[in-house]
């Protein structure tokens, strides 16, 4: 499907690469934008995408916010429906079953900061800046910031950045666990699709499980949590790639994983 404001590049390896791009809003999330959001993870062929990672145009902004324009008018209903619409995009992004990485080129304000935490794993450029600056226009984060901030970052640091609507650095981010690494604007996206390479190496299904495991523990408590893991370990003894994985390694040869 094409998209008004969403580009994306699948690789023959699996590597998939998804650009927010509206550049004259630095790339501020509309409503088309979160519909195209919604719709592109909706349909994503995981069989064919195993690692997706998430950017943004250009060099200045990964997305600096909500589209400020479009909520100035909004009433309480209209509010209501945008910040669902805007969290169930976003659930669904951290719901796929293939790891996701946030490649956070610029400003990633309110909305940009939310989508960024909606992705396992977090790599920032050195001009990259961070913050929930809601408070300071009348409102508070919709988009899910106030339930991952605070389960990243700590709940003391989450209220810090929120009632404040402060805004950091990308070293600032990374001090505090917002982040995982920093990196240089041209090394950024070499940096990300090098992890991705790693992370294709291995077992697509124990990959996947691996993931559905620490979400799903998220909510729980250490009884539910370990039951879990416990329940996802065994079923990778059910897959090919388990078999052949182990058997390679005993015979200390290297094995292509099939995914299945």
Known sequence: MDYQFLKSEIRENGLGIL???????????NS???????????????????VLILTGDGEKSFVAGAD????ATKNEQEGLEFGRKGAEAFRKLEDLPIPT??????????????IAMACDIRYAA???????????????PGFSGTYRL????????AK??????KIIRADEALRIGLVNAVYEQAELMPAAIALAEQILKNAPIAVS????????????????????????????????????????????????FQGK
């Open 160 to 165: 810090e950045l929120i009632y404040s609507a």
């Open 101 to 114: 990485i946030a490649a956070i080129n610029g400003f990633a304000l309110g909305g940009g900061c939310e």
């Open 150 to 157: 605070p389960k990243l970052i700590g709940q003391g640091m």
């Open 126 to 140: 050195t001009n990259a800046k961070f913050g929930q600056p809601e408070v300071g226009l009348g409102i508070i």
């Open 209 to 256: 499980l691996a993931k559905e495991c620490i979400n799903r523990n998220y909510d729980m408590d250490r009884t539910e949590g370990l039951a879990l893991e416990n329940e996802l370990f065994a079923r990778c003894f059910t897959t090919e790639d388990q078999k052949n994985g182990m058997a390679a390694f005993l015979k200390k040869e290297k094995t292509t």
């Open 19 to 29: 650009t927010i791009s509206a550049p004259k809003s630095l790339n501020a999330l």
């Open 68 to 71: 400020i324009s479009e909520m």
């Open 32 to 50: 088309t934008i979160i519909a195209e959001l919604d719709d592109f993870c909706s349909h994503l062929g995981t069989k064919k995408v195993r």
